[in-house]
């Protein structure tokens, strides 16, 4: 939960270095909770969330359009309430 606090409090003001870390960071984290479980079926529809969507939105940001990282913010909420 620690990485996420850390990735939902960036601004439009962090450096792309920074939110490329902290994504990667809940990205893995979230990588290794599923590794885990005892049946990670559940957990796909949290996972493609973020590998996929919230992914798409950090490359954007990347690219300069800081609207991005709100969109992606938000997926990764959306991906926390999905997860089991």
Known sequence: MLAEDRLLGLTPE??????????????????????????????????????????VDLLVFQQGNDAALIRMQEKVREAIELLP
């Open 14 to 55: 962090s450096s792309t270095d920074e939110v490329a870390y902290q994504f990667t960071e809940f990205l893995e984290l979230l990588w290794n909770v599923i590794e885990v479980a005892p049946d990670p079926a559940p957990y796909t529809p949290a996972w493609n969330m973020i590998n996929l969507y919230a992914k």
